[in-house]
C-alpha cells in the first residue's frame, strides 16, 4: 500500500516536473519570436526576449504552486472577489471619463490605479469570505429547510476504535457527522506508516469510515476548514469544535479533559459503553465461566460478554470452568465496571 502510494505520487511528480519543462520551451520561444519586434537599435532583441519570456514562465509556474496550496473555497471566493472589484472600479472610473485632464497619460494612470485598488480590495474580501463560506447551509437556505443543529466531529481514535459504525446503526446517533480533512489525512498517513500495527488501524480506520458512509439514514460530511497556525490535530479539532458550535465525539480520555476546559461537549464512547453495561445488584445470581486466577490468593476471574471482569472469592480451584456466583458489590473506575462475587453456597458447579 505504502510502496503504491509512493509510485502513485513520484509518477505525477515527473509529469508535473515535464509539463513545467514545456511551459518554460513555450514562453521562452514566444520571447524570442517577440524579441524581433523590439526596436531595431535594441541590441540582441531576440535573446532579451527569450530570457523575459524564461522568466515570464517561472512567474506563471510560481503562481500555479501558489495556487494548488489553496483550497477550492478560497480560489472561488478570490476570482469571484476579482471580478466584482474590477466591476466595481469600472462603473467608478467611468465619471473620470468626463473630467477632462490635461496630459492622457495622467487619466490613464489615476484609472489603472483605482482598478489596482479595487481588484486588491475584492481579492482580499474575496479570500476571506471563501473560508467562511458553507455551501450546506446556502443549500438548505434555498430549499427552505431549517438549518440543522447537533454537528458532532468524529476524532481519529474513535473512527479507528470502530464502535462509532455500530452506534451508528442503532439509530440512536442523530444530526450531522462532520469529518475534517484533517483528520481524514492524519488516518491515510497512518494508513501509510511502515509500522504494520499502524498501518492495520489506518485502513481499519478507512473501512470505518468506508462503512459509516454507506449509512442512508446518516448525513456524512468532509469538510476543508483548518487552522494552519496550529500544529496539532487535537487542537485543531477543538478549534474547529468551537468554530461551528460542534460536538467532539472521542474516546480520548486527554481530549476529552482538554476540550472540556475550553468549553466543548465531548461525548465519549467509553463512557457510554459503561453506562449501557448491565447493572446488577449485591445478592443476585449469575453464571459466570472462571478464566484465570485473580490477584488475591484463592481468587478466580471471569468476565461477561460486554468485557465487565467479575472477580470470585474462592474460584482459584475452578479454572476452566462454569460456577454459579452470588454478587456482595460493585466497583465504578475510570477503566471500566468490576463485579465482586462469591460462590454460591450449595451452588452447582458444572464442568
Known sequence: MAGKSSEFKGSHRLHYIILRFLLLILTSSVGYFLGWRFPADLPHANYLGTVLGFFGGLVIIGLEVGLRKLSAKVLIGGILGLLAGLLTANVATSSLLLIPFHHPVLGETVRMLINAVFAYLGIMI????GEEFELSTYRQFFKGEPEKEGHKILD???????????????GFLEGELIIPQFILKELQ????????????????????LQRIQKNNDLEVRFVENDFPKIREVDAKLIELAKAMGA??????????????????????INQLANAVKPVVLPGEIMKVYVLKEGKEYGQGVAYLDDGTMVVVDGARKFLGRNVEVSVTSVLQTTAGRMIFTKLRENGSKEE
Open 126 to 129: 474575496g479570500v476571506r469570505k
Open 156 to 170: 481519529t481514535s474513535v473512527i479507528i476504535d470502530g464502535r462509532i459504525a455500530d452506534i451508528c446503526e442503532t
Open 189 to 208: 498517513h497512518i494508513a501509510d506508516s511502515s509500522d504494520p500495527l499502524k498501518r492495520n488501524r489506518g485502513r481499519r480506520g478507512l473501512d470505518i
Open 247 to 268: 460536538k467532539v465525539i472521542t474516546n480520548d480520555f486527554n481530549l476529552n479533559k482538554v476540550a472540556e476546559l475550553q468549553g466543548v461537549t465531548v461525548l465519549n
